[in-house]
């Protein structure tokens, strides 16, 4: 599939590559509609540049940017959340109420992010995180509405890969900025004819009894698109619910066979996608050529032995 920056779905909602780790792996999105716009979430620093270039083709200025909707707050999504907070000064920021301290101060995110990347990475993927001014800041409880123009966006308090996970309802193109609420799928999974998708359980708050439920609820939405942060526009069919929902309970039953052991989830998640491989007809969950998928195999391992030991210690 050919890379492209800004992505016109035709219905009001852009896709802008944020240009993280080289492209195709997060989105920025761009809702608007009666000359005014929202973000949805930022990934790094970096991504403002992409941004503002995608701002020009589009014609949107600055000052038209009403809101920055904030997933949730692992750095690959609010990394730039300071930078574009600046770049748009009459915009919100909205985030859930467990994640907005983090963004007034980043510093216990760049601890975390720096324990699961190592210094050099965090270094090279994010640079200096800035804080949002905590007088910019929105805290939603589900089910609130905010209006970009004419466009209705419903808040959804979405656990299971964070506890501090919102996800967006447009009400009006009933579609959903799903963060990383509803698996992922880097551009490299996607072919012509199918969709590769890939459970996302990031350290440090995966709990899979919550995100089978934030996903049924998105589900029972009948979403005509799910627009995940981890890349671009999905529908919301059966290959990409079942694909997600299997992973769930391979993903449980590999953390129990394995007592948690960290080692032994790595080594038995190269058996667990090497079968997904064969039934989503994607080369790209094993084949190490694919430049990424090494990344997200290791934030999920070690997010599964998190909630494994966690897990344990509650019963
Ligand atoms: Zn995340």
């Given at each position: 599939m050919k890379h492209v920056e800004v992505t016109d779905y035709k219905n009001g909602i852009y896709n802008v590559d944020s240009g993280y780790e080289g492209g195709g792996v997060a989105s920025i999105y761009i809702a608007r509609d009666s000359g005014r716009a929202a973000i949805i979430d930022t990934a790094h620093n970096a991504a403002i540049e992409p941004m503002r270039a995608a701002m020009r083709e589009l014609g949107i200025s600055g000052g038209d940017v009403d809101y920055i909707f904030i997933t949730h707050v692992h750095l690959d999504h609010v990394g730039g959340a300071g930078i574009f907070a600046n770049e748009f000064p009459n915009s919100r920021v909205v985030v859930h109420k467990r994640g907005a301290r983090h963004l007034i101060n980043p510093e216990k995110l760049v601890k975390g992010a720096t324990d699961v990347y190592g210094e050099e990475t965090m270094e090279r993927l994010y640079g200096t995180v800035l804080p949002v001014p905590e007088d910019r800041i929105d805290i939603p409880e589900d089910g609130d509405e905010f209006r970009v123009g004419g466009r209705t966006i419903i808040c959804m308090d979405t656990?299971?890969?964070?506890?501090h996970h919102m996800a967006y309802h447009d009400a009006d193109t009933n579609s959903v900025f799903t963060g990383d609420s509803f698996g992922m799928s880097y551009l490299?999974?996607?072919r012509p004819d199918n969709i590769g998708v890939m459970l996302t359980t990031s350290p440090v708050q995966f709990d899979p009894e919550a995100m089978r439920s934030s996903m049924k609820r998105i589900e029972a939405l009948g979403p005509e698109f799910l627009y995940p942060t981890h890349f671009g526009q999905m529908p919301c069919d059966d290959d990409v619910k079942s694909s997600l929902y299997r992973q769930i309970d391979r993903f449980v039953e590999l953390a129990e066979n394995t007592d948690g052991d960290l080692p032994k989830i790595r080594e038995g998640f190269k058996k667990l996608f090497a079968k997904e491989r064969d039934i989503q007809n994607c080369p790209c969950f094993t084949d190490e050529s694919c430049r990424l998928m090494g990344i997200p195999m290791e934030l999920n391992a070690q997010g599964l032995a998190i909630w494994y030991a966690k897990d344990r210690n509650r019963k």
């Open positions: 656990p299971g890969h964070a506890r490299e999974l996607r």
